[in-house]
Nanobody
Framework: QVQLVESGGGLVQAGGSLRLSCVAS????????MGWYRQGPGKQRELVAV???????NYADSVKGRFTISRDNAKNTVFLQMNSLKPEDTGVYYC????????????WGQGTPVTVSS
């Protein structure tokens, strides 16, 4: 079993920055890929960025060049540095863990809200 605990969401003005963190506990095999998905108001949940234990990444086109994902394997923690935030980045951000960066994993955090005001 894997438990994911997120932190770092909040309210920020457009152009600002936020940093999200997610700590995983449980099987390291099941946390080979860790990352973030988000769900905006009235939208489906979508990929933001995912990173493997070896450092391979997968980003949504909409965040490339603005968001950076990283992880500390020793602490089983993944970070999402979000810069140049836009109102369309508003949503609930969910930490996710699984075996591959190319597929949604089975494990989810409780979600942390991010609101970007214009």
């Amino acid at each position: 079993q894997v438990q994911l605990v997120e932190s770092g969401g909040g309210l920020v003005q457009a152009g600002g920055s936020l940093r999200l963190s997610c700590v995983a506990s449980g099987s390291s095999f099941r946390t080979n890929a860790m990352g973030w998905y988000r769900q905006g108001p009235g939208k489906q949940r979508e990929l933001v960025a995912v990173i493997s234990r070896g450092g391979s990444t997968n980003y949504a086109d909409s965040v490339k060049g603005r968001f950076t994902i990283s992880r500390d394997n020793a602490k089983n923690t993944v970070f999402l540095q979000m810069n140049s935030l836009k109102p369309e980045d508003t949503g609930v951000y969910y930490c996710n863990a699984g075996p591959s960066i190319w597929a949604m994993g089975d494990y989810w955090g409780q979600g942390t809200p991010v609101t970007v005001s214009s």
